[in-house]
């Protein structure tokens, strides 16, 4: 489907769809508000630790359980915002607004995948990815999961397309190869995709291992300039996560939980996405069945975030979007007629009220993003000079890391109770970020911002800052072994 073959109504509908989806994304952007403390704490601020020499460690970098690919790309923009404009936030902006940008990625991969039907697939896939309310959220969240997923959904239209170029394999296999390393716990989708698809066609196998292999290359060059003996982090995650139980210390739950989440988040629309996206028809099997394994894979592990999933999420809306279009195709064929721009608008207006229902049903897209207040108002504490530490309590670390913050300020945490509050952190920190009024007279309420369903304020005192080293934020990570 070449661009020169489209019309000026269908260029006009497809640039419509993507400045929709682009709008939706900027619209609910946020450089403050979190919804998993890895956006934070694993990828931005370990892409500010790269850039600036300094930053907090927390276990998974110092005992090497992941690919340093994410704060390596991350690093170029904090380092070019650091240079350009000293003591403000435009690396955190950089680097936010580049891996939006790479998270749009999605668009152009469901265009693809529905193109190998037709035009009208291709819209339609194009429009649920650019709209779905999830699709829009995660495009916002900074985590290996929303980059991972774009990468192997790039390389799935190759991968499905029978007259599909070497060239075009060996983009695939490097994109499903970066896919991988930024998310290996996502090889399973793609061994299965990969191997559904291409079965015994040694051709193509080799196309596509070689790309893998380039991937494979640019991952063992980005562990060696980490410091890793490359692939190591694999083995060590597997040791400690599955062999030590370590990612189970973090929650678990039942067999069934992905299945509940789905209902919960597609409600309650679950059994007509699955039935449509079986429709998409046997083509597109390979993506099908990767998604429904991967789901069952993680469904055998202990430890189950939604997120773990979203690979499947995705690819079930991109199958189901694709279906829909085929089921309207077999009423229209019987019927002897083609499809219609009604038709066509129809199942778009129909995708759009289904995104608009489970949203409402599940909060909206901005719902589980909370927290914005406190890096706000720890900025505004740091833009005054005579502010030497800030404070808040160990539960609420996961709201601010020194990669939020416009000028550097030592960042103390103690546990709760802060009621009375040790006094070495009201020593240490000048300005604290507490839930309520701390129990020490010398501090004075500056602000305050929502957070969730209360408000966290800004508490400020004169006077200086005595050192407190046991209650440094990599101190206080480390005492309680994380």
């Known amino acids: 489907m070449q661009a020169s073959r489209l019309g000026a109504g269908w260029m006009a509908a497809i640039l419509g769809v993507v400045l929709l989806g682009l709008g939706l994304r900027l619209a609910t952007f946020s450089l403050f508000d979190l919804r998993y403390a890895d956006e934070f704490m694993q990828y931005l601020e370990q892409g500010n630790r790269l850039a600036t020499g300094h930053g907090i460690r927390p276990w998974e970098w110092r005992f090497g359980l992941r ?5 390596q790309v991350l690093s170029i923009p904090f380092a070019l915002g650091h240079a350009l404009a000293p ?3 435009l690396g955190l902006e950089l680097a936010r607004s580049l891996f939006l940008a790479l998270a749009c990625l999605a668009l ?12 009208a697939q291709a819209l339609v896939a194009l429009f649920v990815a650019a709209v779905w309310w999830e699709s829009v959220l995660y495009a916002n969240l900074v985590l290996s999961e929303t980059l991972a997923t774009v990468l192997l959904l790039l390389s799935a239209a190759p991968l499905l397309d029978a007259r599909a170029s070497a060239r075009a394999l060996f983009v695939a296999g490097l994109a499903a190869g970066l896919g991988v390393l930024v998310r290996f716990q996502f090889g399973l989708f793609a061994a299965v ?22 991937a494979g290359a640019v991952g063992a060059a980005s562990d060696l300039a980490a410091g890793l003996v490359p692939f190591q982090w694999i083995w060590t995650n597997l040791t ?22 789905l209902a919960r988040h597609f409600w309650p629309l679950l059994p ?19 998604a429904i394994v991967n789901i069952a894979a993680h469904s055998l592990i202990a430890h189950k975030e939604y997120r773990f999933i979203w690979i499947s999420v995705l690819a079930l809306l991109v199958l189901a979007a694709i279906g829909s279009v085929e089921a309207v195709l077999r009423l229209q064929s019987r019927r002897g007629a083609a499809m219609t721009p009604l038709a066509l608008a129809l199942i778009i207006a129909g995708w759009a009220s289904a995104s608009g229902i489970a949203a409402r049903a599940n909060g909206g897209v901005l719902a ?15 833009s005054d000079p005579a502010v030497c530490a800030i404070g808040l309590a160990y539960e609420n670390r996961a709201h601010l890391v020194p990669a939020l913050l416009a000028r550097p300020v030592p960042i103390l945490l103690a546990p709760e ?43 400020q005192r004169p006077g200086a800052c005595a050192p407190a080293p046991r209650w440094s934020y990599q101190a206080m990570l480390e005492a309680n072994n994380l």
Do not use: H
């Not at 400690?240 to 989440?261: D, I, K």
């Open 67 to 71: 690919n340093a690919l994410i704060p």
């Open 87 to 89: 003591g403000t936030l």
């Open 108 to 119: 152009p991969a469901a265009w693809k995948l529905g193109g190998l039907a037709g035009r």
């Open 193 to 214: 995709l990969a191997g559904a698809a291409l079965r015994l066609d040694l051709a193509r196998w080799r196309a596509f291992a070689l790309g893998a292999m380039a």
């Open 240 to 261: 400690m996560n599955v062999g030590q139980n370590r990612a189970s210390e973090f929650g678990t739950a039942p067999p069934l939980q992905y299945v509940t989440e």
């Open 272 to 290: 007509i996405v699955l039935v449509a996206a079986w429709m998409a028809g046997w083509r597109y099997r390979p993506l099908f069945w990767a």
């Open 368 to 382: 589980g993003r909370i927290g914005g207040a406190v890096p706000q108002l720890a900025n505004r504490a740091a």
């Open 417 to 459: 109770p802060l009621s009375p509050l040790p006094a070495g952190f009201a020593n240490g920190a000048n300005a604290l970020l507490l839930e309520r009024p701390p129990s020490d007279p010398r501090f004075a309420r500056i602000a305050c911002g929502a957070f969730a369903d209360s408000e966290f304020c800004l508490w």
